[in-house]
């Protein structure tokens, strides 16, 4: 799934191409584009056809776009994307040719570039959800209980830190976990604890303090590095608004390196299961704890 800085790069492209634009017609070619919706697409398209998509927002690797309505003190619902494994938010002209794989449209009162969801696998979707105050930022309410990411203004490291301290988890476990700290998935976890030079089955509370910190530090450096970058194609799924791929993936120095020497030691990359996805680690820079 598209982590912190894929979605970042998607959110600066509708920044740019979308935001300021009302919308005159939206289009819903899938059922489950709009399955996270209760009330269905006709509810959908009612209740984005006519406002105009005030910003483009995002917390952790969630993506959305907010709505103008009649709330003097700011947008009371927004459009929250759901990427899912395949999802693409692509803005296009008219003339282009639709994707095989569209699900959603919409049209702009300007008559400009559309913008489309694309989603080859279905599991990403589009829904309409209500703006509540959590955190002291108002978010989607479905996901209000997301922690502030590395790059979020607010984020407090030394509170996380305390918090990472007094799980009672796995280092890498605690990493992916969204209500702690959001934005880093398996990819990002894998690099960051390789420039922290620790294991992922560290128990997270015998980490100290510098520890913790360093690996936090390690995390938002290598995801600002990779948004430098356009992010982390590995095909070519994962793509800004204009279709084109990010280059992170040759910056790699664990992740999908199996059995490739690393670029510090020359070691072996060991690569082990890990919740149904995969774990790459030195084992010489990330000696397993006893």
């Known amino acids: 799934m598209p982590e912190l800085p894929e979605v970042e790069v998607v959110r600066q492209g509708l920044a740019d191409h979308v935001i300021g634009r009302r919308v005159t017609g939206v289009q819903v070619l899938h059922p489950r584009a709009v399955r996270r919706h209760v009330l269905g697409a006709a509810d959908v398209i009612g209740r984005i056809t006519g406002h ?17 309505g009649d709330q003097p003190d700011g947008p009371s619902e927004a459009v929250l994307a759901h990427l899912g494994m395949s999802g693409q ?14 699900r959603m449209l919409l049209d702009f009162a300007d008559g400009g570039p559309q913008l489309r969801f694309v989603d080859q696998r279905t599991f990403g979707g589009l829904s309409v959800e209500e703006l509540v105050e959590a955190d002291g930022a108002l ?61 992922g089955v560290r128990p997270t509370g015998k980490l100290t303090r510098v520890a913790a910190r360093n690996v936090l530090s390690a995390a938002t450096e290598v995801m600002n590095e990779a948004l430098a970058q356009g992010g982390t194609s590995f095909d070519a799924l994962y793509v800004n608004v204009n279709g084109n791929s990010g280059y992170f993936e040759r910056s790699l120095n664990v992740y999908g390196r199996e059995d490739r020497p690393c670029r510090r030691c020359a070691t072996p990359i060991r690569r082990e299961p890990f919740m149904n996805r995969s774990s790459y680690y030195c084992p010489r820079c990330q000696p397993r704890p006893r």
Do not use: C
């Not at 105009?52 to 103008?68: I, M, S």
């Not at 938010?89 to 569209?102: N, Q």
């Open 139 to 199: 978010l989607p309410k479905p996901i209000a209980h997301i922690a502030r990411d590395p790059m979020d203004a607010g984020f407090d490291a030394e509170a996380v830190v305390t918090a990472l301290r007094a799980r009672r988890t796995e280092l890498k476990r605690a990493l992916l976990d969204q209500s702690l700290v959001s934005g880093i998935g398996n990819i990002y976890a894998d690099e960051a604890l390789w420039r922290a030079r620790l294991h």
């Open 52 to 68: 105009t998509l005030t910003a483009a927002r995002r917390r952790g690797k969630y993506l959305w776009l907010e709505l103008d």
């Open 89 to 102: 938010m692509l803005v296009a002209g008219r003339a282009v040719p639709p994707h095989k794989h569209l």
